[in-house]
């Protein structure tokens, strides 16, 4: 144990050694939680609204989307302005009053409002928003509607009577509960957006480790090493350790930080260290591998950010894992990360602690035994042939 | 030797390095063409409605009214929006939900018909699966668009009632207030094929991240061969100082291009990418690999060592790269980061090359253009200088 310390020590030693090292070691966090703390920060979903502004049905319902609370939302004056904003992916979403809105309505037809959005969970969630408005707007003038062609007012008058009348009557309730009948957790939504996030990168800047063991390879500190009596496993272990420390440094840095900077929520504490900590062992451990297979530092480098990348966006850290088919779902669970942030969506989504995240846990730690035990297996095939 | 003749030779020379390791393939390819398929595979199946929600419904009431919006759900079923599962009671339907089978379950409370005709309201309820937050609220917003639709009929009574209608004339008068069209509707995502292109994006987006990988190669090869040992020794040579940074520049620079433009052709090709008319498209990415460059060499310049230079410029990349809205639009966030992310040539460049996908023309990206540039001069410039250091005999 004492030899792998030292080991790691002399790791951490070789690397800060030049001080601009420790600059952006710690840049890299604070930037990561800057974007991870917008993520979480209350930002509505964006919608834009155009149209109905010269005729006066279109008014009020555009007013009653204006003043939609759970988004902020921005008048625009031409639908190309609208469209032009969506595919620059400044709002999530935007409705088109038509201008025929007011003469659909008088003349017996159907005006059709058109909504348009970005498929992510924004634009789902302002869809919502805006049914119910549209909903509300269309059971009034549904009454007006009928109340004129049965002959008992104008439609004028029938919708002034129908505004009156609809608020007071009863409507159907739609409520949302968990599997257990109780409140379902609210709060997770953005906070577990971070946490993809956050698993993403911890895994990415593991894999900047391969390139410490290529180094020792290179400079010859490995075999130097391997010629006193200690194991390939022992060394690989102190390089993992160092690299390992600061990996997991990074990763509670940053969730530390952005809860107390943003109130960013990852669920229980001790449990999203453990995820953290266990999560940084399985990059570093795929670090060493790579390191073990490669032996210049650009390949490690080139291959390190594809897998990192391609790996996190199979295992659901750019699109969540509940949009992937059962097949994909499947697929993805080869991933770490999808082991990680099954973990995070219980912590967050479920309210969970330690003792529900077991599995996912010892999966992390299978993994990281694992490919450890692989580099270990590489490397002294590599070493033996020199 | 002349300089240019000398420069030329490097160039050729660490371009046949780069083909032979194969990391310039992988890199500056293979990597981002894998990366940008597997997102947009991901991300247009939403896109194109190749996604479906799991949905459970028990119908605990039985009515008339239920079988209606059970038929509903199950016309949503057929066009694929839904998956429908019919369950036989609220515990299957709570299981399905926590065990992740279903994205949510609908239950219609018993008595639900009885309400909605009578006019009293009646009761729907979401169980939801708490992995499947928006999944959850898709069904919702279907529960309660079934709602507003039978409301309507409640309210349209309600109205006659209020007008003067007489008790006895109610019962007919349900049956033709039920068959009132509404003179509203929503439309959903006709505009969506202008409106959102996840392939263009992400092509875009991962391209420019890649790009400061690749040319890392050209402009870290100058401290690498110092501590090979090979720059000392080229320098004994009668070769001067300037020709050999300039044909490690040179060879940064057309891997940069040849990159960026086989991403450029084969994301058009192969994933449909729009990137817009070539030559502003060429233009921005001359900047683009300049500034990429301008950046590398002034982080190269900081380090001492390869190999950290190797690393911290990664870490730069991965840094400029989020920051600048290579993987996340930070257009919807903080005004912070907005301003943040226009600190970064990733920002300027993405913008760029979005502009140009809508179909805007070089003048409408010259801005864009300048700052890239700017990059390029101040960062490229302050590495210069950084790097004579590296060459002095």
């Not at chain 1, 420390?245 to 952005?258: D, N, P, R």
């Not at chain 2, 947009?40 to 996604?51: L, P, Q």
Request: proline residues 3%; contains cysteine; hydrophobic residues 50%.
């Amino acid at each position: 144990m004492r030899k792998i310390i030292a080991i790691a020590l002399i790791d951490l030693r070789r690397l800060f050694r030049e001080r601009v090292n420790f600059f952006f070691f710690l840049a890299l966090p604070l930037v990561l939680i800057l974007v991870l703390g917008s993520l979480v920060a209350d930002t509505k979903p964006r919608l834009g609204v155009v149209g109905g502004s010269d005729s006066a049905q279109g008014s009020e319902l555009r007013s009653d989307l204006l003043a939609i609370e759970g988004a902020s939302v921005e008048a625009f004056d031409t639908s190309a302005d609208l469209l032009e904003a969506l595919r620059r992916d400044e709002l999530n979403a935007g409705v088109i009053i038509p201008d025929d809105y007011d003469e659909q309505i008088e003349t017996g037809g159907t005006a059709r409002i058109e909504y348009v959005s970005v498929p992510d969970t924004g634009g789902i969630q302002v869809q919502g928003l805006v049914s119910e408005v549209i909903s509300a707007r269309s059971r009034e003038l549904t009454a007006a509607r009928f109340v004129a062609d049965e002959g008992f007012a104008s439609l004028a008058d029938g919708l002034a009577a129908a505004e009156r009348t609809a608020s007071a009557a009863p409507q159907t309730t739609v409520e949302i509960v968990g599997p257990d009948f109780g409140k379902p957790e609210a709060a997770g939504g953005r906070g577990f957006l971070a946490a993809q996030e956050l698993v993403l990168f911890t895994f990415l800047t593991g894999l900047t480790a391969a390139t410490a063991l290529i180094q020792t390879r290179q400079l010859g500190i490995a075999h130097r090493v391997l010629s006193t009596p200690t194991s390939i496993g022992e060394f690989l272990a102190g390089v993992t350790l160092g690299r390992f420390l600061v990996a997991a440094s990074q990763g509670l840095f940053i969730i530390i930080a952005s809860a107390l900077l943003f109130g960013a929520g990852f669920g229980n504490w001790p449990a999203a260290i453990a995820i953290v900590l266990l999560f940084s062992v399985v990059g570093t451990g795929a670090a060493m591998v790579m390191g073990s297979v490669f032996s210049n530092d650009a390949q490690a480098g080139a291959t390190g950010v594809f897998i990192g990348l391609g790996f996190a966006a199979m295992g659901g850290c750019m699109v969540p894992l509940e949009f992937f088919s059962p097949t994909m779902s499947k697929i993805a669970h080869f991933t770490p990360h999808a082991w990680a942030n099954d973990a995070f969506a219980e912590l967050i989504q479920r309210g969970g602690g330690l003792g529900d995240i077991t599995t996912e846990l010892a999966v992390l730690a299978l993994y990281g035994a694992g490919l450890l035990a692989i580099s270990t297996a590489l490397m002294s095939r590599v070493l033996r042939t020199r | 030797m002349s300089t240019l003749r000398a420069a030329i030779i490097i160039v050729r020379k660490d371009l046949k390095q780069r083909i032979r390791d194969r990391s310039a393939y992988i890199i500056g390819v293979i990597a981002p063409l894998g990366l940008a398929l597997i997102l947009s595979n991901s991300f247009g199946g939403i896109g194109e409605g190749d996604f479906s929600i799991g949905v459970g419904v028990v119908d605990q009431d039985g009515g008339e009214v239920a079988a209606e919006f059970v038929g509903a759900l199950e016309d949503l079923d057929a066009e694929g929006v839904i998956n429908l599962t019919t369950m036989a009671d609220i515990d299957e339907a709570a299981t399905s939900a926590d065990d992740g089978d279903v994205a949510a379950a609908l239950v219609i409370e018993e008595g639900f018909s009885a309400a909605v005709t009578s006019g009293t309201g009646g009761a729907l309820t979401v169980i939801s699966n708490p992995n499947s937050p928006t999944g959850t609220e898709v069904v919702a917003a279907i529960a309660r668009g079934f709602g507003a639709s039978v409301d309507a009929t409640g309210a349209a009574i309600a109205t006659a009632v209020a007008l003067g209608a007489s008790p006895a004339e109610i019962p007919a008068l349900s049956e033709r207030a039920a068959q009132t069209t509404s003179p509203v509707e929503l439309a959903f995502g006709e505009a969506d094929g202008e409106a959102f292109d996840f392939t263009s994006y992400y092509a875009v987006g991962i391209s420019v991240f890649f790009l400061f990988f690749t040319v890392q190669f050209g402009v870290l090869g100058l401290i690498e061969e110092r501590d090979n040992g090979t720059l000392p020794r080229v320098l004994a040579a009668p070769i001067s100082p300037a020709a050999v940074i300039l044909g490690k520049i040179g060879a940064a620079f057309v891997l940069g291009i040849v990159s960026m433009t086989a991403l450029i052709i084969a994301t058009s090709v192969l994933l449909g990418a729009e990137w817009g008319s070539p030559l502003p498209v060429a233009i921005l990415t001359i900047a683009g690999v300049l500034a990429a460059m301008g950046i590398v060499s002034f982080v190269a310049g900081l380090v001492k060592t390869a190999q950290s230079a190797s690393s911290v410029s990664s870490l730069v990349a991965v840094v400029l790269g989020v920051l600048g809205g290579a993987f996340f639009p930070v257009t919807i966030g903080p005004k912070l980061l907005d301003v943040a992310s226009r600190l970064t040539p990733h920002r300027w460049l993405l913008d760029g090359y979005r502009d140009l996908s809508f179909g805007e023309g070089l003048g409408d990206i010259a801005v864009n253009i300048v700052a890239v540039l700017a990059f390029a001069v101040v960062a490229g410039g302050a590495g210069l200088v950084m790097s004579r250091r590296l060459v002095a005999r």
